[in-house]
C-alpha cells in the first residue's frame, strides 16, 4: 500500500496508465528507498527508485535526536561542535532525499562520459526518463551486472581491467571534471562481464567543486 501510496502521489491515481508492468518485488535496497522493475509501454525497461515515506522528516527528527544527545552526554572531544556537524549532516542528507538533484547529477555524468571516448563503451551511466521522475521517484534505463563484491571472484583479467576502469573514472572526476560521486560503495556500481561494461548507477551523492580544491 505504502509503494503504490508513493507512485499515485508522484504520478496520480492512474499511474498505471504509465506503466505496462511494474514489479512489486524489490529488485535491490537502497539507502532511503528501494528500487523496482518495470516496463514502459515503448518496450523501455526501466529501474524505479521509490523513495520511502516520510523518509526526509525522519531525518530530521533522527538529527535532531543526535544533536540533543551528543550534547546532554558531551560525548564529542573538545573543538569539535555538534551543531556544526549535524547542519552538514542535514544538509547533504537533505540533497539526497531529492531524486530530481540525483537525475541531474546522473545526466551530467552521462554526458562527461559519452564525452571521454576512452570511457565510451566501457563505462555507461543509464538514461534518465524525467517524465517519470520526480523528488520521490526516479526512473532510470535498466542496466544488467553484478555488484564489484562479485568481481573479486572473477579471474584476474577481468579484475584488472575493472580496476583500471575504476581508477580511471576516479582520476577523472577529481582532476578533469572536478564533479565527484562522493559515495563510491560497491553498490554503486554494476559490471556487466558479458559486455565488459561498467555501468555507474547512483549519484544522490555527488559533489562540484573548484579548482582551487
Known sequence: KQLFGQL???????WKQKILKFDENPLAAASIGQVHRAKLF????V?????????AN???????NLERIVTMTSL???????EELVEVAREELKL???YKLEAENQKKFQELVLMNEELIGCVS????????????VLTSQMVEGVHLDKVAEMDQTTRNHVARLLLKVTVLELFEWKF???DPNWGNFLFDSSKQVLHLIDFGACRPYKKSF
Open 125 to 136: 551511466v543509464p538514461n534518465v526518463f524525467d517524465d517519470l521522475t520526480t523528488e520521490q
Open 96 to 98: 539526497e532525499c531529492n
Open 42 to 45: 515503448n518496450g523501455s525497461e
Open 58 to 64: 525522519s531525518i530530521e527528527s533522527d538529527l535532531d
Open 8 to 14: 499515485t502521489k508522484a504520478f496520480g491515481s492512474d
Open 76 to 82: 564529542l572531544p573538545p573543538g569539535l561542535f555538534i
Open 180 to 182: 565527484m560521486q562522493t
Open 47 to 55: 529501474a524505479m527508485k521509490i523513495q520511502y515515506p516520510g523518509v
